[in-house]
């Protein structure tokens, strides 16, 4: 099926760094979504983004909805040894067919 | 701790065996979702339930047959499968089948001897 392009795939850092991730796409969403989902468990919901340019931070996180509303970007500041895990953007549109489709996820790994 | 509840959490099956997955909520939410996901990859969308009434199939093999018994529950019968249907299984739930953000059960690891 379809999916949304991640970038970067994986990803180590020191702790204490930011980490930045970012999600593409060709097709156009109404909404988009950051998850983070750890070992045996379900994807969480971290961040959802409803319009276009949107801007929101949840803690040390911070979300942004492109203007192009194709792409959408995370950023983690000072990371910490709990981030480690995989992080999948989710983009939703409702125009036409229903469409939840996930990225391909960022795994990222803290180096302590 | 999640609000949507999956049982069991691991299941080991023979390709003639049949077995149900189930999911709970009780969020009051009107949509549910059964996902497929495999190791390493992006969940992937297979059923969406709105007001207990399937609405979107992702053209799934028949040998896997949902149910939606009420607004709180959502099972997943499973006949016949094959070696490549083992995945983990995830369930989630939404408000509504509109712009409203899924929240997702801990999934079933699902193996197929």
């Known amino acids: 099926g379809q999916q949304l392009n991640q970038s970067p795939q994986s990803m180590f850092i020191q702790e204490g760094e930011d980490v930045s991730m970012n999600c593409t796409s060709s097709?156009?969403?109404?909404?988009w979504l950051w998850y983070k989902q750890d070992p045996g468990e379900g994807p969480v919901l971290l961040i959802a983004?409803?319009?276009?340019?949107e801007l929101t931070s949840n803690g040390r996180l911070t979300a942004q909805f492109g203007i192009t509303r194709k792409d959408s970007f995370l950023n983690i500041s000072a990371s910490i040894p709990s981030d480690v895990g995989i992080y999948f953007c989710?983009?939703?549109?409702?125009?036409?067919?229903?469409?939840?489709?996930f990225g391909t996820g960022t795994r990222l790994k803290v180096l302590a | 701790d999640t609000e949507v509840t999956q049982t069991p959490k691991h299941l080991v099956m023979g390709m003639t065996n049949k077995k149900s997955l189930k999911c709970e909520q009780h969020?009051?939410?009107?949509?549910m979702y059964w996902y497929k996901q495999k190791a390493k990859k992006p969940p992937e969308l297979m059923f969406v339930?709105?007001?207990?009434?399937?609405?979107i199939n992702e053209s799934v093999p028949s040998r896997f047959s949902p149910e939606c018994p009420n607004s709180s529950l959502l099972n997943l019968h499973l006949h016949a499968l094959q070696p490549e249907d083992s995945a983990l299984y995830l369930c989630?739930?939404?408000?509504?089948?509109?712009?409203?953000?899924?929240?997702f059960g801990d999934g079933t690891r699902l193996s197929i001897l």
């Open positions: 989630a739930s939404s408000q509504g089948v509109g712009n409203q953000p899924q929240h």
């Open positions: 097709s156009i969403f109404n909404t």
């Open positions: 983004l409803y319009k276009a340019g």
């Open positions: 989710a983009g939703l549109t409702t125009s036409g067919t229903y469409k939840y489709i």
């Open positions: 969020m009051g939410h009107r949509a």
């Open positions: 339930y709105s007001y207990e009434k399937l609405s």
